[in-house]
């Protein structure tokens, strides 16, 4: 059993951090594997909405680790996503990050039926837009929603000041249990014999109206649109990647 997290902060060992390490020591001692990845500092690009990893199974931009993420949350049993509050909003490197990640997986198959939990940490407020902004998510991927004791958030400037927020600790140490609890009772319906739900996906409805060659692959890509000049663009940017 193996969960993955996501530091969504610029900073390795800061508040956001220090939430994530708190969960970990409860996944240790139950023996499930974890792996944090650090998005840290450097450029992470946004969507360009170029469509070419819906041809190709891969983002275009190949070298800040969203292809490899895809690829390791393919055997992952869950998934935690943690960010600092900017503004109200998460940071703008975790929801890169995802925007390319969801995407680019080419449909939801990699994250579907698999727990995912949002942590948002904060010197004050904003939190609950934050644990809203990444629940979305989990909404549209069919992802079940972990929750905890209290809503997922951390308070703190600093990581000393995080880890002195005692509800909130006790809140990722439930969370982190709850997670546990459900990949475990998940696993235990399939061996059980207990199906995944059928998933229908022929509706597709534009505000729009499209041709209907476009139905399939908007249908695949859920909230995102497929602009003309983008599209038109695809096959040059395979050649050239």
């Known amino acids: 059993m193996k969960v993955m997290l996501v530091n969504g902060s610029s900073h390795l060992h800061g508040t956001t951090m220090t939430a994530l390490e708190e969960m970990i020591k409860v996944f240790y001692s139950e023996e499930v594997e974890t792996e944090v990845v650090q998005l840290g500092g450097k450029p992470i690009a946004d969507c360009l909405q170029c469509n070419v990893c819906q041809k190709t199974g891969k983002c275009v931009i190949k070298d800040d680790g969203v292809n490899e993420f895809v690829e390791k949350a393919k055997t992952a049993d869950g998934f935690v996503f943690a960010t600092p509050v900017y503004f109200a909003h998460p940071s703008g490197r975790i929801y890169d990050f995802l925007d390319r990640v969801f995407y680019s997986a080419g449909g939801y198959d990699t994250f579907k039926y698999k727990p995912g939990a949002a942590i948002a940490v904060a010197r004050r407020g904003g939190t609950t837009a934050v644990?809203?902004?990444?629940?979305?998510?989990?909404?549209?991927?069919?992802?079940?929603?972990?929750?905890?004791?209290?809503?997922?958030?951390?308070?703190?400037?600093?990581?000393?000041?995080?880890?002195?927020?005692?509800?909130?600790?006790?809140?990722?140490?439930?969370?982190?249990?709850?997670?546990?609890?459900?990949?475990?009772?998940?696993?235990?319906?399939?061996?059980?014999?207990?199906?995944?739900?059928?998933?229908?996906?022929?509706?597709?409805?534009?505000?729009?109206?499209?041709?209907?060659?476009?139905?399939?692959?908007?249908?695949?890509?859920?909230?995102?649109?497929?602009?003309?000049?983008?599209?038109?663009?695809?096959?040059?940017?395979?050649?050239?990647?």
């Open 131 to 241: 644990l809203d902004g990444i629940n979305k998510y989990f909404g549209i991927a069919q992802m079940p929603v972990v929750g905890s004791t209290y809503w997922n958030t951390v308070h703190g400037l600093y990581g000393e000041e995080a880890s002195q927020d005692e509800e909130s600790m006790q809140t990722m140490r439930n969370l982190a249990r709850n997670m546990i609890w459900m990949i475990r009772c998940f696993k235990l319906g399939r061996e059980s014999g207990i199906l995944y739900p059928e998933t229908e996906t022929d509706a597709c409805t534009n505000f729009i109206k499209r041709s209907d060659t476009l139905r399939k692959p908007m249908a695949l890509i859920g909230s995102f649109g497929i602009e003309t000049s983008a599209a038109k663009k695809t096959d040059k940017i395979i050649q050239e990647s």
